[in-house]
């Protein structure tokens, strides 16, 4: 095969020469394109994660407000109501149920120890009355922690002892059971996804 062989004139070399300076120009033109839109596509991710965020903890203050301003105190993921009066069992869980919460359920030794805090008889949302001996918190579930005081429960003098309140003492063990018709305080438990 012949090849013809074309001389390296002047205005060749030139013409090669604008090409590759034109075809470095446009690769940095990419070049310099590419990273702004990272930087912005980047920049615009950031932001809107940062705005979720935000809006996320002003929905939690704000429920967080709400709560505390009508009186509930916030432990471990519950808000907890105590009231400033005395009722029956029934009539406090109705008022806890009012409420949109229900008579404090106690499933750990911190939750026992905050609530102890409270000074008074006060009830907790346990109960025997569907059967006697078998004590059941407020959700239906049996008991996995139990803090009753020593002897109790007893079902004092054979009399019906079937709802659970927790008594002022300096002990850890301060469940009892007693009479449902009794006026105690009573302590509401919401639980809330903050
Ligand atoms: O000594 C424990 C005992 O104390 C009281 O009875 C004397 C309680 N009675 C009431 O709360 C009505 C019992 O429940 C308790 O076991
Ligand atoms: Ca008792």
Known sequence: MDYVNVPDTPARKGKLCRLVVV?????????VILSISLRLALYSKTAKNLTEEENS????????DLYT???WVYFGGSFYYISPFKKSWSDSREDCLQRGADLVIISSREEQNFIRQFRGYIWIGLTDTEEEGTWKWVDGTVLNKRFWETGEP??????????????PREEENNWNDTHCENENYWICEKIVDL
């Not at 903890?57 to 429920?63: A, D, E, G, P, T």
């Open 69 to 71: 301003q009508q009186g």
């Open 154 to 167: 007893n079902t004092f003098g054979g009399t019906d002892e079937d709802c659970g309140e927790v008594k």
């Open 23 to 31: 075809s470095l120009g446009l690769l940095c033109i990419l070049q």
């Open 57 to 64: 903890l002003k929905r939690k203050l704000n429920v967080f």
